[in-house]
Every structure is written in structure tokens, then in C-alpha cells.
């Protein structure tokens, strides 16, 4: 693949900038015009569909380099869970209401289409996992999957664990 023009690039790396320059939670338009940037540029559309949705900086790196034509840094897993920085009890605790709290209207929401209930024939909706909300930090839900609250789906989808045993952080 040619590199896209001067221009193009340039857009490419100011958008990027801004993004990181950004908090989460004001970044959303700046990560749709970058979408639409890679698009212009030329970029696989489900690559771009992965690193939008994931919203991860390392990954976004990566994909400049690729789209100046230049060779990708190498991808580094995350950090074990033993060298991660200790999350705040109280955020773990308000990041899983939040994520309970959502999954919930994600299932209101699901049950309230056409073709759910026994009138209809169709089968309930359950939704089994989701990806959290970008407003917490990944670490507090990376920490949240590894103290046993919720379970890694992939892609970066999260599931609640059924347990009801009382766990105190």
C-alpha cells in the first residue's frame, strides 16, 4: 500500500494529537474524524473499526506507522497483573455498579424489541457481555477481571462473574 498524501498525513497526526491531548471522556468526535481520516487513507475498515472501538493509544501508534509506511513498533502485552499499579477499592466498587447498571439497560433494552416475549415466540435476549464504559479507566477494570469480578471476553469485552459469594475487596 502507497503512503496517503503529505496532507492526509499531517490531518492523520494532528487528529491523533488531539486525542491524546483529550480526556476520555470528550475524545469520541476527535476518534469519528480519525475514523473517517483511515478510511480516507486507505486503511483496512475492520482495523479501524477495532482500534475506534478499543480507543487504545498503543494500538493507534501502530497504525500511523503503518499508514506512513513505516515498520510498526513491536506490540507489547500487558503488564502482569502482578507489576500493575493497585487500584482504589471505592473505584473498583463504583466501576462494577456502573457496569451492572448498564449491562441491565442493555437487557431492558434488548427485551423491549419487536419478537421478545411469550406472545411473540421469540426468545428472551440475554446479554452476556459488553464493553465497559470509557469514562473508568482500563487498569479499574483490568483490575476488576483480575480480582474475579468480571470475566475477559476478548476484543475488550467484559462479563460479570455469576458468583454471590460476599467478597470484600
Given at each position: 500500500?502507497?503512503?496517503?498524501?503529505?496532507?492526509?498525513?499531517?490531518?492523520?497526526?494532528?487528529k491523533a494529537q488531539a486525542i491524546e491531548t483529550s480526556d476520555a471522556a470528550t475524545a469520541g468526535p476527535h476518534w469519528g474524524a480519525l475514523h473517517k481520516l483511515l478510511l480516507k487513507a486507505k486503511?483496512?475498515?475492520?482495523?479501524?473499526?477495532?482500534?475506534?472501538?478499543?480507543?487504545?493509544?498503543?494500538?493507534?501508534?501502530?497504525?500511523?506507522?503503518?499508514?506512513?509506511?513505516?515498520?510498526?513498533?513491536?506490540?507489547?502485552?500487558?503488564?502482569?497483573?502482578?507489576?500493575?499499579?493497585?487500584?482504589?477499592?471505592?473505584?473498583?466498587?463504583?466501576?462494577?455498579?456502573?457496569f451492572r447498571r448498564r449491562v441491565k439497560f442493555?437487557?431492558?433494552?434488548?427485551?423491549s424489541k419487536l419478537g421478545v416475549g411469550p406472545m411473540s415466540g421469540g426468545a428472551n435476549h440475554r446479554i452476556q457481555s459488553m464493553v465497559p464504559p470509557r469514562e473508568i479507566p482500563i487498569e479499574v477494570w483490568e483490575a476488576l477481571a483480575d480480582a474475579g469480578k468480571l470475566r475477559r471476553e476478548g476484543d475488550g469485552f467484559y462479563a460479570i462473574v455469576d458468583d454471590n459469594s460476599d467478597v470484600h475487596w
Open positions: 500500500m502507497a503512503p496517503p498524501p503529505e496532507s492526509l498525513l499531517a490531518e492523520i497526526a494532528a486503511v483496512d475498515p475492520k482495523a479501524i473499526m477495532r482500534l475506534v472501538a478499543s480507543r487504545d493509544l498503543a494500538d493507534l501508534h501502530r497504525t500511523l506507522s503503518l499508514v506512513r509506511g513505516e515498520e510498526p513498533p513491536a506490540t507489547i502485552d500487558a503488564p502482569p497483573a502482578a507489576t500493575r499499579k493497585a487500584v482504589d477499592p471505592a473505584a473498583m466498587h463504583h466501576a462494577m455498579k456502573i442493555a437487557q431492558l433494552d434488548a427485551e
